[in-house]
């Protein structure tokens, strides 16, 4: 038997939604997570090397940690698999433990920085900023040495008095947290664009130094292409390193590795709007023959003046080398090619490049004609979060670490696009991170729910393994998650900011945890927004969305508008008490829904359905409308909101070109 450990280390590095959240890009959210993860994986291998042992998470196999660590590169991990945080014996580590990690960190971190400075900003670029080289270098390591937040807690471990074989440990790092000392002192001058705590890097106010800061960034951006500095981003070092770390020449020598080898190009993510076509671009690969298909591709190279080859290093779909799969997302919707810039289009005059534009949308809709359907604009956030995991680690500490570790191993299996012979990522979607409890990826609208019950199913069935091999109960490891479906011309932090919402507010706290929360977010905010718990409701809605024909438009509108005021407590001259006993009687919203789903049939002279059949309709829309709670309970009231989110489903998805395999439906 294990002796117990005489000294244990909790340890947390941080900030973590400012570091991963302050973000406009899909690379830049990448960056951010695996940053995160390579410099706590850093201070983890350091204190293994120190005689330390990682008692969570189970790092020991973990691909990113092996790197590090063992220097064992022949995977090139590159999704962020380590948490921000780990508890560790400390007991035969030779020195000190935390100075031994934060020294990990630091150095790894210096390298890194040292190296974007070197290659982007030091010399011409530095001196362009107000002060000259030295003041640029002053802004430059005031934000990056003191930008890291670590924390941690070092003693014999505790145990509870009543089972003395649970360590109650796991309570300290937020006790410690509450002494929170790391605050960011206010910065003057312009603030960053990404990471509005943070002076931009050129010094300069737009009051008084305009012509001077243009210079600046212009100079930069003149290194290192659109591509990775739009003409309004102004960035603070620490936005910088994120956004350029991908480019960087050495980039093998500062991390260790490339990150994602020859599989993966790390510099050139899929943008959303390109995501949100991936559905209807498979239907357009399987119904038209490759002669059709590059058509479209040589109208943009024809009438698009500046690269339109937005995606063409993008690799996790699986699509063949045919141009038009590679062109930038925007030209694949008509609002896309209405907002392209006219300065990108061919011509000498505004005329020309009007003819340009028509050209383009001429051709997309040709393709549109031809398959019969257009792309959606809509994109999805998916995010899961593990169900108060932090208060588990310290009563089933080797259960959770198990669990966590097939986990993420199921999560990364399952996003990983595969070969041609054996292709992967049946969600077509594209990890961000998933590190422990947590998972962020961006998927399209088709394949969402379908990725986040996949997800949950997993996370169960590692904890069900997992409680079998170190004890526990199976009930009490759940997770929640939350899908915000977006525009993909809505900004990308302002929709993640939503999926956090829905995750924290909603499902857990709101619904009680174990729980999906979906909404849907138009330009001017959210549309409607919809809860359950995971099971039966989430398949009713996902079966509605599929089935278009039996439910219509009108239908879902009408019956809000009419009975909405009623059952969910907005009318105000409501009596409170008929509306309770209203909203706890199925068998009277059960007759409403029935009387106005055969007025539409009768509308629409749709006749052939029977009773039975219609009663299957309408238990579906009693599902929907009465969602349950984490703990299994339905609601007593009618939510007339899942309606509409499965009316959008239904109209948004493409599968009616293609089945969930990519297949072609006909």
């Known amino acids: 038997m294990t002796a117990p450990p005489k000294e244990i280390l909790h340890f947390t590095l941080g900030p973590v939604q400012g570091f991963i959240g302050d973000a406009r890009r899909t690379r830049d959210f990448w960056a951010g997570s695996f940053l995160l993860s390579w410099l706590s994986g850093h201070a983890m291998a350091a204190l293994d090397k120190a005689g330390g042992k990682i008692d969570f998470p189970q790092a020991v196999d973990d691909e990113l940690f092996r790197a590090i660590r063992h220097k064992e590169i022949t995977t090139t991990p590159y999704i962020g698999s380590l948490p921000n945080r780990f508890k560790a014996d400390v007991s035969d580590v030779k020195g000190d433990p935390v100075k031994i990690c934060k020294k990990a960190i630091l150095d790894a971190w210096e390298k890194l920085e040292c ?199 993008t690799k996790l779909f699986g699509f063949e080398k045919n141009g038009l799969f590679k062109l930038d997302g925007h030209l694949l919707h008509e609002d896309g090619i209405r907002a392209w810039k006219a300065d990108d289009l061919n011509g000498d005059d505004d005329g020309e490049k009007a003819g340009s534009r028509k050209a383009l949308l001429d051709g997309l809709k040709d393709i549109q004609d031809k398959v019969g359907d257009k792309a959606s604009e809509f994109y999805a956030v998916l995010i899961m979060d593990g169900d108060r995991i932090g208060a588990k680690i310290g009563e089933f500490e080797e259960t959770v670490s198990t669990g966590l570790a097939t986990f993420t191993g199921a999560v990364k299996d399952y996003f990983d696009p595969g070969t041609k012979d054996n292709p992967g990522n049946p969600a077509n979607g594209v990890l961000i991170y998933a590190g422990g409890d947590d998972v962020l990826a961006f998927v399209p609208v088709d394949t969402a729910i379908e990725a986040a019950t996949f997800l949950q199913e997993k996370y169960m069935k590692a904890f069900e393994q997992a409680t079998t091999e170190h004890g526990g109960y199976i009930k009490d490891f759940t997770m929640s998650g939350a899908l915000v479906f977006a525009q993909y011309k809505t900004p990308l932090r302002a929709v993640l900011k939503k999926a956090h919402h829905y995750l924290d507010n909603i499902a857990k706290d709101k619904n009680g945890r174990d729980s999906l929360a979906i909404a849907v977010m138009k330009p001017g905010g959210i549309a409607y927004d919809w809860v359950s718990g995971w099971g039966v409701p989430i398949g009713a809605l996902d079966d509605i969305a599929e089935n278009k024909k039996q439910y219509s438009n009108s239908f879902f509108y009408n019956v809000r508008a009419r009975y909405a005021p009623l059952f969910e407590g907005d009318d105000p001259a409501a009596d409170r008490e008929t509306q309770a006993v209203i909203s706890d009687d199925p068998k009277f919203m059960r007759s409403i829904l029935t009387a106005e789903y055969k ?64 297949g072609n439906n006909d």
């Open 115 to 313: 190296a974007v400075w070197k290659q982007f900003i030091e010399g011409d670029i530095a001196s362009k900023g107000k002060g000259g080289a030295k003041k640029t270098k002053d802004i430059w390591e005031r934000q990056v040495d003191n930008f890291w937040d670590i924390n941690w807690v070092v003693g014999a471990p505790e145990f509870d008095k009543k089972d003395p074989s649970k360590p109650i440990d796991g309570k300290w790092l937020d006790q410690r947290k509450n002494w929170r000392t790391h605050l960011q002192a206010d910065e003057p001058g312009d603030l960053c664009r990404l990471m509005g705590k943070y002076q931009e890097l050129s010094g300069y106010h737009r009051i008084g130094g305009k012509g001077e800061q243009k210079t600046f960034w212009d100079g930069l951006a003149s290194k290192i292409s659109a591509l990775n500095l739009r003409p309004d981003e102004r960035l603070c070092a620490i936005a910088l390193i994120k956004r350029l770390f991908p480019v960087l020449d050495n980039i093998e020598e500062i991390i260790g590795w490339n990150p994602g080898g020859n599989g993966m190009d790390i510099i050139h993510w899929p943008s959303v709007s390109y995501i949100a076509t991936v559905p209807w671009l498979k239907g357009v690969e399987d119904t038209l023959g490759n002669s059709e298909q590059s058509n479209y591709w040589k109208n943009a190279d024809k009438n698009v003046s500046g690269d339109f080859m937005g995606e063409y290093h």
């Open 599 to 662: 007025k539409q049939f009768r509308q629409k002279e749709l006749k052939g359905m029977t009773e039975d059949e219609i009663g299957v309709a309408i238990s579906k829309l009693m599902l929907i409308g009465r969602p349950t709670n984490g703990a299994g309970d339905k609601s007593p009231n009618y939510h007339f909101d899942g309606a509409l989110v499965a009316r959008f489903l239904s109209a948004e998805r493409r599968w009616s070109l293609t089945d969930k395999q990519g």
